[in-house]
């Protein structure tokens, strides 16, 4: 079954139609572009959950597509100065029940209203939705005529991303009834204003977003401010402060009854560096920490607390362009509190910030976690990148799940990238998680076997 399923996709993978992108008008009033992506992705699973309890309500194979049309254009005003929008249209689908859980075959919650509705998901689970639809303004040359100062205003469904994206990057979920939850073809944030002013080598933002959960009941806003100064080519930090909020109302399992309502309100201080001290080597790391607040009204009680919380990371990375196969070596710490929040991360290379094509895409969030990442890229081709990357996870406090010990387990994952032109690009990987203690007793059941996952996927963007 696997095998067919794997030779499906490749001839759904090289049998896709796309339409090139175009542009419709480029001239002095201004451009207007259109494009489409198409992704799809392929899993094959070796004892799912590592034989944990769940296993029996997922897919051991799995097939996810998204088709993604979009339109771009700007209009040139005087001094420089234009005004810029985009659109862009997501349909998402899947095939299967893939090892998060949330759109396996029992009975669980459909995350469609904010109170628990219990159902179940056909195999088959799909959405249509618009996914960026925005406007905004440059300032261009009207401030400076060197554009050493330039500001840019923009607001509507669009993408941000905060430093490496370790907190804020993805402003949508996947998965689900929305289907393609590795593929995440929705990333974009909802009902944003975001302002941006440049000066010299510094920049300062400030933005409001709102996320696009499965669950109504989780959507968040995100208010704060950024500065990032580049002190050189090879010396970067950055300073934020990010305001977090979410109301939701209380219901019992299956109920529309309103049993009360809770109020979070967060507050996460953020503090980056990007360094390159020596040729070849890069040193980066991030620290966030969090001041965060409950407060559940109830028609009998009122409940509010507060903890404090912490997270970051730190890397080292030495590569050698002049070498065979331009090897790049790296380890990575990182670690978040038993009560950090998370937030909103998102995906820009393989292991950032989904840890592991295993855990950190189906599994275990960043929080009450330490990981440590070994990894290493290697480059035979112009075109080819293989990654090697070592995972080791162990909880911070592993009392807070109800578990005797902290061992989680390693995985490793081997990922081969191939742009086979300036459209058209494949990834092909093979990864394993060897549970420890903790691992067995998180996912439950008879979780001692070695879980193991194939993958394929293509990507087309024209």
Known sequence: MIRRAFITLFATTFTNIAYAEYSLYEGDYGSLSAGLQVQTAFFGE???????????TLSDSFWELSVKPHFDGSLNLFDDSQLYGGFSYVYSSSLGHDPSGYSQKGELYLQENDYTALGSYDDYHFKNKTEDL?????????LDEDEKITVDLSGGKQNFKLGSGFLIHYGADNGGNRGAGWINPRTAFNNTLIGRLNVDDLKFEGFYLETRPLNPAEKRSYQGGNIEYAYSENTTFGLSYINTRNNHFLHDEGSIDLLGEQKLDNDTFNARFDFSPLENFTINTEYAYQINTARTVSPDTLDKTKVHASGGFGQIEYKRDDLFWQPAISYRYA????????MSPG?????????????????LYNSNLRTHQGKLVVTPEESVTLNLIYYNFT????SA???TSANYGNEVNLLA????????????????????????QYLGG?????????????????
Do not use: R
Request: aromatic share 18%.
């Open 134 to 142: 925005f406007i905004g303004w440059k300032s261009g040359k009207l």
């Open 446 to 462: 008879d979780a001692n076997k070695v879980w193991l996952q194939g993958m394929l996927s293509g990507s087309f963007e024209f």
């Open 395 to 398: 909880f911070v406090n592993p």
């Open 347 to 363: 995906f820009s290379t393989w292991g950032t910030w989904f840890q592991g094509e295993i855990n950190g895409e189906w599994i």
């Open 401 to 403: 799940f109800g578990l």
């Open 46 to 56: 070796a004892n799912n959950q590592a034989g944990g309890s769940a296993k029996s």
């Open 335 to 342: 670690i978040q509190d038993k009560n950090f929040d998370s």
């Open 417 to 440: 990238d191939w742009e086979f032109n300036d459209s058209l690009s494949f990834s092909a990987g093979i990864e394993a998680f060897v549970p420890g203690e903790a691992g067995k």
